[in-house]
C-alpha cells in the first residue's frame, strides 16, 4: 500500500449556513490560485443561479488549492438538510473533512448527520469553530456540546481525540488558540497537511467511482470522482460497470484535475487524486470506470430514502400550453427522468394516469428546487400538495418523523407550542438560556410540518429559526386536519379588475392585482372563515346615473399576498394544485367548476368515493 504524500482530500461539512462557502472563498483567495486584479465575489462556489439567489448551495462542488507543493482538494457540501444526498454522494471522495460549528449557535442538527457520516465514513474530521468575530461567541460551550456529539458517535476511540480550530471566514483567519492573533488561514491549511492522511493507493489497472456529472455543450458528458486505482491517460479505453453489473466501453476523451475555479487539462492522472474524464457518454453517479484488464465495480454510494412526495402532471388548466415551451407528457417525462441521472435522492414513478408521475425527494426545498429549475428551463406543469411517504414495516402503516429545533424568544412558546401540537408535534426538550432565548425540540410526523414553515414565519415575525431532521419511521399517527382558511376561488374567466377584488377583499386577503387573467376554479384569495367561496373577481360595477358617495370613484384596493413557489406548494391543501409556467404561479381548485366541487363534497359526506 503506498500514499500520496502531495495530495490531500477534503470535504467541508456543516449545518446550514455554518459558513462553509465563505471558508472555501478564504482559501481560494489566500492559496492565491486567482490573479492579483481578479475580481471574484463572495461565496465563489455557489456559481449556479439558484444557489445565488437563496444563498444556500444546492450542490456539491470540488475545487483545489496548493498549499506547500501539496494539493488539497476541496469539496464544498449543501448544509440544509434536503440536500443531505450531497453529502452522501461526495464522502467516498475525501479522507478527512472540515466539521464547521458556528462559534454562536454550536452544534444542530445537521452537524450531528454530517459527522455521524463522516465518522462512519471513516473521514479524520477536523473542528473548525466559525465566525469567530461575530460578539456573544459561546466558545468552551460550543466545545462542550461537540464533545459531546463525539463521544455519541465515534466509532472507535481514535477518533475522539480531534484537532480544533477557530476561524472568521470573513476576515481571512485561523487560530488554534481562541483569542491569539492570527494574519491569515494558514493555521488551517497546515492542520490539514498535518492531521488529513494522504490519499491511499493501490498500483494496478485504473479503476475510478464516478460520484458526480457535469455536463459541457462541446465535450459532452463529464465523469467526476476519485481514482482509486491506477492511471488514466486520454485516448485510453475504458470499461464502464453499470448498477446491474453490466459493462460497456468507451474511450477516454480528456482528462482534467481542479485546480481554483478552472479544470487543468493533464496528460495524465494517478490514484488519489480528484479528476473529471470526458468521453463517457453512457454513465451515472455510482457507476465505476475502469481498466479492461481489471474491470471490478467499486461499491456503490448509498443514499438515504426520499421522505416526501407530490404528483407532477401535465397542465390541465383552461391557460394550459400558453406560456411554457415545453409542455407535453413526453417532455415532462423526459425531464424527469434525465433529473435521476444527478440528482440521487430524488426518486420517479409512473402512476395510473399517463400524465401524472409520483415524484418522491428528501424534503419540500429539495423538491422545490426542481420545480423551479424546470419552470426557468421552460416546462410548464401542475403540481400537487406534497405529503410525506408512508410504508408498511411488519403489517403496520409507519410515516416518517423528524425531529425538530426551533430558536426562539419566550414570548412565542404558547403560540408555536399550540400550533405543533395541532400538527401532532411532541415536545420532547425546552431550554432557555435564562435571558429572552429559548430552544425548544419537537417529535413531529413529517406530514404535520409540511407546510408549517410559513405559517411558523409569520406568526414569530421572522425572528425564529426552525430545522428539522429525519429521524425514522413510527406508526402513522393520522392525517393531519388542515387548519388553513377556506379559499376565494374565481367563478368565471376574464380580466381581474378593481371592482370585483375590491368586493373580494371584503371577503379575505386577494392573491392577484387587477389586470390578472383568471379562469373558473382559480384561487385568487384566501377567506377569512373556513369554507371555500366562490368570488366573481372579473365583475363590474353596475351602471348608475346616480354618484352614491365620492368613495365610488377611487377604490383602494389592499395589495395582494404574493406566493413565492415555495410559499405556494406550503399553502395548497389535497384538493388543489400549484400551476407552474415560466411565467406565472397559480393556485387553483383540482375540480374547477362549483358544481363539480359540491357533488364531490356531498359524496364524501355521504361516504361515496
Ligand atoms: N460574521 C461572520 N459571518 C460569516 C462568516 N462566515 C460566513 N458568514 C456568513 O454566514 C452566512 C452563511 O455563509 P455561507 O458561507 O453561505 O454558509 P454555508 O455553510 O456555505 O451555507 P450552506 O452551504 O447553505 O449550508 C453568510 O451570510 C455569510 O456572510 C464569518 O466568519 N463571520
Ligand atoms: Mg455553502
Redesign the pocket.
Known sequence: MNYRSDIRNIAIF??????????VDAMLKQSKVFRDNQAVG??IM?NNTLEREK???IMAKNTAIVYRDVKINII?????VDFSGEVERVISMADGCLL?VDSVEGPMPQTRFVLRHALQGGLKPIIVI?????PNLRIAEVIRLIQDLFLELATNTDQLDFPVLY?????GIAVTEPGTPSKDISPLFDCILANVPPPRIESGPFQMLVSNLDYDSHKGRISIGRIWRGKVVPHDTIVRVNANGNMDYYEVAEVFTYLGLKRLKVDQAEAGDIVAVTGIERVSIGDTIASPEQPVALPRIEISEPTVEMTFGVNTSPFAGQEGRFCTTRQLRERLYRELETNLSLRVNNTDSPDTFLVKGRGELHLAILIETMRRQGYEFEISKPEAITKVIDDKLVEPVEVLTIDTRNEYIGVLTEMLSNRQAQMIDMRNDGQDNVRLVFQIPTNGLLGFRSSFLTSTRGESTMNAMFLGYEPSRGEIVSNRNGVLVASEQGFAITYGLNNAQERGLTFIEPGTQVYEGMIVGLNSRLQDIPVNVCKKKKKTNVRSSTSDITVKLTPPLKMSLEQAIDFVNKDELVEVTPKNIRLRKKLLTYSQRLRSASAVRSGVK
Open positions: 456543516a449545518h446550514v449556513d455554518h459558513g462553509k462557502t465563505t471558508l463572495e461565496l455557489d444563498g444556500i448551495t464544498d457540501t449543501p448544509g440544509h464547521l466559525s465566525k469567530i468575530d461575530r476561524a472568521s471566514a470573513k476576515e
